[in-house]
């Protein structure tokens, strides 16, 4: 590095935003995660003894320290470190790297550490360009992601690697690096006469979302926007810390692992009859940019799933609240969103519709049976061959019902679906008890034969090899 680039670095650091400048040095300054950096923990220990001989990657939300603990892994090895940002660098960069890596291996017997922000950003081929060189050591790697790793990053790379989780941090953390920056002299703002309000410290740690880059720029904002008064005094009271940080960071990412976690504690909370716990998260949903469509196709699904005959209504509330939102948009188009959701958390419950499910597991494991030959379509083979003869029309009887064969001649008696006794369910499980009984009766059938109910486990796997079978 030359005179100038020397100077260019220097006057880069000292401009550098303020989250980029309190960027902790040393595991002593490094602030949350006890978990995975406290005394004593395995990473800890690794980095204070540089022995960091495998790869690892650092999984956490926006501002949890994912960037910040690779840099103090760098200021403590002895290792070359080398950083790359995925949205940035292809394979051609890579390659580069690995090529130096190479020669600095063969004339120094020096490692290499590289670090990868955003890895989820590299495509299956990135990835893989990568793995043989982690597999025979010539590179550590450190990857940092925001996504759930074992979908966005490969599995070879991820079973070579070492995850470590990273959340949102605690209040009190913010609250500390808040102190920090306002004390420092050398990275923050400890040379200059800064007042923050115990109440706009608090509103600024409150709506910061567990995220300390968002509540360090929000900090930065509030400094540089108030000019100081005639002692050189700068007072950042509850308004100008409101005006800085005016949302809530809320941690949402449409494609990521906050969203499917958040529509799936909604759908739990509806399907756990929690109508409080389903608007709080339809709320976070919603406040972060959700498309209501998505939240809707879902409670059509769960009417179907986890209501079903129970309250026949459920299937009709949730899609005329979906046509309704259709027609209205929003902001008032939120109405009809939030009293389906009301409506279906408050309905009695059944998922009984999962029955289809056993029928279908039992088709795939033992084949299809033969369709009677009295239910056969009598329109075309009727003569010849006797399709649909014997066939009895149930209009012409007595309670519109007779009792006769409709499952195949192996499996009478079999029983798949199996009603609640919840909400208007209970009234279809006594008719229903009553035709089963005149059905074996005239029958034969000594028994039935239920169907025992599916593990959730054996639920996942038939409803894959549904999907599957029907191209979904």
């Known amino acids: 590095m030359n005179l100038f680039d020397q100077v260019m670095q220097k006057a ?3 401009e550098a935003p303020l989250a980029a400048r309190m960027r902790p040095r040393t595991l002593d300054e490094f602030v949350g995660q006890e978990e ?17 001989f495998s790869s690892i990657i650092l999984w956490g939300p926006p501002g949890s320290g994912k960037t910040s603990l690779a840099m103090v892994i760098a200021n403590r090895t002895e290792s070359y470190f080398q950083t790359l940002s995925a949205v940035l660098a292809g394979k051609t960069e890579l390659k580069e790297v690995i090529d130096q890596a190479i020669e600095r291996r063969k004339l120094y017997r ?3 550490i590289l670090f990868v922000d955003e890895v989820h950003r590299w495509n299956k081929a990135q990835q893989d360009a990568l793995l043989p060189h982690v597999e025979n050591g010539t590179i550590v790697f450190i990857g940092a992601t925001t996504e759930n790793p074992y979908f ?7 079973s070579r ?20 920056a306002l004390k420092d002299p050398e990275r923050g703002y400890g040379k200059r ?16 979302g567990g995220d300390a880059r968002n509540a360090l720029n929000a900090l930065e904002l509030a400094v540089e926007s ?22 809530r960071a809320v941690l949402y990412d449409q494609e990521g692992d906050a969203h499917y976690d958040t529509i799936s504690a909604f759908i739990k909370s509806v399907r756990g009859s929690d109508p409080d716990a389903a608007l709080y998260w339809l709320a976070k949903m919603l406040y972060a940019g959700e498309d209501p469509r998505f939240i809707l196709r879902r409670l059509i699904i769960l009417a179907g799933e986890d209501i079903g005959l129970a309250d026949p209504l459920g299937l009709v509330i949730a899609t005329a609240a979906a046509q309704a939102f259709d027609y209205v948009g929003l902001p008032e188009g939120i109405y009809p969103l939030v009293e389906a959701t009301l409506y279906l958390a408050t309905a009695p419950k059944s998922n009984s519709a999962t029955a289809y499910f056993k029928a279908f597991e039992l088709l795939e494991r033992e084949g299809a049976g033969p369709v009677p030959r009295h239910l056969q379509d009598s ?4 003569r010849a061959l006797g399709h649909g003869v014997d066939y009895l029309y149930p209009h012409e009887h007595p309670d519109h019902f007779l009792p006769q064969q409709y499952l195949p001649q192996p499996l009478l008696g079999m029983v798949f679906y199996s009603p609640s006794e919840q909400g208007y369910e209970a009234v279809v499980k006594e008719r229903l008890e009553r035709w089963r009984k005149a059905q074996r009766e005239a029958l034969g059938i000594t028994e039935s034969k239920e169907v025992p109910p599916l593990s959730p486990e054996q639920m996942q796997e038939i409803k894959r090899k549904h999907h599957s079978a029907r191209g979904i």
């Open 12 to 14: 880069l650091s000292s």
């Open 36 to 52: 995975i950096v406290g005394p004593g923990r395995l990473l800890r220990r690794l980095i204070e003894t540089d022995r960091l």
């Open 110 to 112: 020096r490692r290499t």
């Open 152 to 158: 966005e990053v490969i599995s070879p790379l991820v």
């Open 161 to 180: 690697s070492r995850i470590f989780q990273l959340l949102p941090l605690e209040d009190h953390h913010i609250r500390m690096i808040l102190e920090r």
């Open 193 to 208: 006469n800064i007042v923050l309000t115990e109440e706009a410290l608090d509103h600024l740690v409150r709506f910061a």
């Open 226 to 247: 108030t000019p100081p008064d005639e002692e050189g005094k700068a007072v950042i009271d509850l308004a100008i810390a409101q005006e800085s940080i005016q949302r």
């Open 379 to 382: 329109n075309r083979d009727r």
